[in-house]
C-alpha cells in the first residue's frame, strides 16, 4: 500500500515537471514561454532532486512512469507529422538544424574523448557547447516548422534533452586527484549515448 501511494506521488511530481504548456501556437510553444524561466543553476538543481527520487525505482519502470522524451505517448512517429514545408526551408529554422546537428557531433567528440583516455575532462566542452538559452532556441526554431499537434511531443523530446544535458554534466563530475572509475566512466557514456539519441529523435522531424 505505501509502495503504491509512493509511485503515484512521484507519478505526480513528473506530470508537473515535464507537462507541456497549455498553449503551443506556431508562435509561441511551450518552450518560448519558459525561456529565461529557467537558470542552469536552477534546472540543475531540479534534476538532481529527480534524479535522486529515480534511483528508488528501476530504470525502465520510471521512463515509463514520467513519460518524456521520445518514449512519451505524447510523441508522433515522426513520418506522420505534419510540417510546414515552406517554414521548414528558412533562415531560422535551416540555422536551428544545423545547430542540432553540431550538438549531436559535439556529443559524438565527446565519446571519442573518453574513449582515447578515460580520465578526461569533458566538463568545460559540455559548458562551452551546450549553453541553455542557446539549445533551447535552436530547438524551438525547428518546433516553429511543426504543427500544434506534434509541438506537443516535440517539446517534450526538448525537455528530456534539456534533461540529459543536465544529467551529463552532473555524472561526468570528478573530485580533484581522483580517478574515474570503470563504473563512472561506463556511466558517462550510457548519458552520451542517451543525449546522441535524443537529438536524432529530434532532428527525425526536421527531415
Known sequence: MKVTAFITSLAIVGSEAFAPGVENTRSSTALSAEKGATSRMEFLQQSASIAATLTLLPGQASAKLFGVGADSPEVIDPKDAIIDEEILKSDSVQKGISAVRGYKQSVVDMRGMLTADAQADIGPKIRKDFDFSVVRSDLNAINTALDEDTQRGTDRIVR??????????????QKAGVARSETRLNNVCRKLEKL????DDYLAFAN
Not at 534539456?162 to 555524472?171: F, G, N, R
Not at 546522441?196 to 537529438?199: A, R
Open 160 to 173: 528530456a534533452i534539456l534533461q540529459d544535458i543536465t544529467e551529463l554534466e552532473v555524472t561526468q563530475k
Open 196 to 199: 546522441e539519441k535524443s537529438f
